[in-house]
């Protein structure tokens, strides 16, 4: 079975220093990670997904994530955040066998980027 | 990507009501997915919507509380039948890793 965990509830951070959101993964075979961020009294915006190439991924407004196979890990990062990056973050694995669209996701990590 | 549209988008309804949600995709797409968010945690998949065929629903959800259609390659609708405050979550729509805005269902 797949599954993500992000460890973390919420992450506090200055505006301007780096942001990471962690996420580590349990899944058979190669793994399809995605990470959406979630604005209050709105749907689910995709940001990246990881499916293979460079361990890097870079996604939209500004955010990339790494792909690390030995450490089962796909965090997302932003090099310098913004008050408005504060928002509910999801790690997400792709259910193998489906097609697009069926899911597992992580528990959701609060940002709260503070001016 | 797709644009993926709901309606409603928020509602209140009485406890042992239903509530049709639709689904509104400007692409014709094979499967569609009804994902369910309570207060304060992560989404959950109900059911995976066919065109053609019944819905496939995952553990713990099942057709009498949940129906699905799924008339053409571009809509689908979920029913929350006899509803209850348990109920209350945010319901959306997902195609090919996208998602509509939901609908922010609230049971008294």
């Known amino acids: 079975a797949q599954s993500v965990a992000q460890p973390e509830d919420q992450v506090n951070v200055a505006e301007g220093n780096p942001l990471t959101v962690k996420c580590t993964y349990s899944?058979?075979?190669?793994?399809?990670l995605f990470w959406y961020v979630q604005y209050p009294n709105r749907g689910l915006q995709f940001l990246l997904k990881y499916i293979t190439g460079d361990n890097l991924v870079k996604g939209s407004y500004g955010f990339e994530a790494e792909f690390n196979k030995s450490q089962t890990s796909f965090h997302l990062k932003r090099p310098s955040a913004l008050v408005s990056d504060s928002a509910l973050y999801f790690c997400a694995v792709r259910v193998r066998g489906d097609s697009w669209g069926k899911f597992q996701f992580g528990a959701g990590t609060q940002v709260v980027v503070t001016p | 990507s797709a644009v993926i549209s709901q309606k409603p988008s928020r509602d209140i309804c009485q406890r042992g009501t239903s509530l049709t949600i639709q689904c509104q995709v400007d692409?014709?797409?094979?499967?569609m997915f009804w994902y369910r968010q309570q207060p304060g945690q992560s989404l959950t998949l109900i059911a995976t919507?066919?065109?053609?065929?019944?819905?496939?629903?995952e553990s713990g959800f099942v057709i009498d509380k949940f129906p699905i259609s799924r008339p053409n390659l571009t809509f689908s609708t979920l029913t929350v039948s006899n509803m209850s405050p348990e109920d209350s979550s945010i319901y959306l729509c997902?195609?090919?890793?996208?998602f509509g805005p939901g609908t922010r269902l609230t049971v008294l």
């Open positions: 997902s195609v090919e890793g996208f």
């Open positions: 919507a066919n065109q053609g065929s019944e819905a496939t629903y």
């Open positions: 899944v058979s075979g190669n793994p399809y």
């Open positions: 692409s014709q797409v094979t499967m």
